[in-house]
């Protein structure tokens, strides 16, 4: 009887469900409109329903990527940054005397913030913002590529119904559609 407890509280303790997010937006580059996509999974367990933080992506066209994490200050706003190499990142908006405020040392640039994850979790709110600072440096050699430019105006995701999966004793991550990331 007590094998047969244990084995049964183990099933329950290993079942778990993975979430999608997702959301897309649009944006005008060069002329044509491009599609984003932000996206991330969160894993539940029966007892834990509130999950574990995980890294939000943004997929934009050409395969650029950002991935972005919580803030190392475990601030309770909800909000995620993009933290990225100072050598290839020019600040967009700030006087060059003032670029000391996004680095956070010398080898990093906040480049980005995300907010609204939780809040569609938790609330159902129909969107998230990603607001973008940082600029790619201009290398002549190479083409210029379809990307997110930096904005003083958030980025607005519009936020698809998340997609669940239950397992007992694998959690497969579900992959997001990023066939809707391009530029035509």
Same mark, same amino acid.
């Given at each position: 009887?007590k094998n047969t407890?244990?084995?049964? @509280?183990?099933?329950l303790?290993?079942?778990?469900?993975?979430?999608l997010y997702?959301?897309?937006?649009?944006? *005008? @580059?060069?002329? &044509?409109?491009?599609?984003?996509?932000?996206?991330w999974?969160?894993?539940t367990?029966? @007892?834990d329903?509130?999950? #574990?933080?995980?890294?939000v992506i943004? #997929?934009?066209?050409?395969g650029?990527?950002?991935?972005?994490?919580?803030? +190392?200050? +475990?601030?309770?706003?909800?909000s995620?940054?993009?933290?990225?190499?100072?050598?290839?990142?020019?600040?967009e %908006?700030?006087d060059?005397?003032?670029?000391?405020?996004?680095?956070? $040392?010398?080898?990093?640039? @906040?480049?980005?913030?995300?907010?609204? &994850?939780?809040a569609?979790? #938790?609330? +159902?709110?129909r969107?998230?913002?990603?607001?973008?600072?940082? #600029?790619? $440096?201009?290398?002549?050699?190479?083409?210029?590529?379809?990307?997110?430019?930096p904005? &003083?105006?958030?980025?607005? %995701?519009?936020?698809?119904?998340?997609?669940?999966?239950f397992?007992? %004793?694998?959690?497969?991550?579900?992959?997001?559609d990023i066939?809707?990331?391009?530029? *035509?």
């Amino acid at each position: 009887m007590k094998n047969t407890l244990a084995l049964v @509280f183990i099933v329950l303790l290993s079942g778990c469900t993975n979430h999608l997010y997702s959301g897309t937006t649009s944006y *005008e @580059f060069n002329g &044509k409109t491009c599609h984003s996509i932000v996206y991330w999974n969160d894993l539940t367990h029966l @007892f834990d329903q509130d999950g #574990k933080a995980t890294t939000v992506i943004i #997929k934009a066209p050409k395969g650029r990527s950002y991935s972005l994490t919580p803030p +190392n200050d +475990n601030s309770v706003d909800g909000s995620y940054e993009l933290i990225l190499p100072t050598g290839d990142f020019a600040d967009e %908006f700030a006087d060059s005397d003032d670029i000391t405020r996004y680095k956070t $040392n010398d080898n990093e640039v @906040f480049c980005g913030l995300f907010k609204g &994850k939780e809040a569609h979790q #938790k609330a +159902n709110v129909r969107q998230t913002e990603f607001t973008l600072y940082c #600029k790619k $440096n201009v290398r002549p050699i190479r083409k210029s590529i379809d990307r997110m430019q930096p904005s &003083k105006q958030p980025y607005i %995701f519009a936020m698809n119904e998340p997609v669940e999966a239950f397992s007992w %004793f694998k959690s497969r991550e579900i992959k997001a559609d990023i066939s809707v990331v391009k530029c *035509e």
